[in-house]
């Protein structure tokens, strides 16, 4: 009897540890457009190149378990007014170059034509990396695993592994990096700004913005070996510097904390 009892709470326990570990972002919940747009193909610069970010921490592992007391950390001790304002600014902005204009990180795209042709150009190829990544590792998000954990802002219809706002912010974040280096700590700044902000939002966890972080790295030193960059980057570089030598490299963050 006490053998049948042992092997009954073990299989309890194998079914529910297999359970978490098949969790996924649900399909029913994929955006359609997300789909296709993965479909998409790369440009030249990516041509006989590719991208393979390493796995996220398993679930119910000890490295997810603290990700996860972390946000619930982030969430009950950042989410100020001015942080949340600065959170769903950033959440509901429809393109990121415009956003980073209206906090001075960039010059509008009429004074800086090539500057934006690199960076939409690399974006391009950005995002559709990330949704494929996106959909080979179909993370669940945070707040699908750990129930105590509220969104600042509603879930993406994606899934959660890389994080897209890190990704984007830092490539473009390592191009003007490139370009004007002493501006480093300004770029660096936004990068880790944005991605921190949506791990406090509770919609990432910060392995997925690592992980978008190092989709950025990789992708940014396969563009420095294109033709394309070696034709475009010394414009790029002109049209950054007038832009600094008369704002200099102060970002308005949005946040006062």
């Known amino acids: 009897m006490a053998r049948l009892s042992a092997c009954f709470l073990f299989l309890v326990f194998w079914t529910s ?71 769903i600014e950033e959440h ?37 990396i990330t949704i494929r990544e996106k959909l080979r590792f179909n993370r669940p998000r945070p707040s699908q695993i750990q129930e105590n954990i509220e969104t600042a802002v509603p879930n993406p219809p994606h899934a959660a592994y890389p994080s897209g706002h890190a990704s984007q912010a830092e490539f473009v974040s390592q191009v003007l990096r490139r370009l004007v280096p002493v501006c480093e700590y300004t770029y660096r700044r936004f990068a880790s700004e944005i991605a921190f902000n949506r791990e406090i939002a509770g919609v990432h966890y910060p392995s997925d913005s690592v992980a978008g972080f190092l989709l950025a790295s990789r992708y940014t030193e396969i563009l420095e070996q294109s033709e394309f960059w070696a034709l475009y980057r010394d414009d790029a570089r002109r049209e950054l510097w007038l832009y600094v030598r008369s704002n200099t490299c102060a970002v308005n963050n949005g946040a006062e904390d």
């Open 17 to 87: 540890v297999t359970d978490a570990q098949s969790t996924s972002f649900p399909d029913a919940l994929w955006s359609s457009d997300l789909i296709a747009r993965a479909e998409m193909p790369l440009s030249s610069i990516m041509q006989g190149q590719h991208i393979l970010l390493p796995d996220p921490p398993l679930q119910g592992s000890e490295e997810e378990s603290y990700e996860l007391s972390r946000l619930l950390m982030m969430q009950d001790t950042l989410r100020s007014q001015s942080r949340i304002a600065q959170i």
């Open 92 to 128: 509901t902005a429809p393109d990121i170059l415009d956003f980073l204009v209206s906090r001075g990180v960039i010059p509008f795209e009429i004074d800086a034509p090539v500057l934006w042709e690199v960076l939409r150009h690399g974006l391009y190829d950005i995002e559709i």
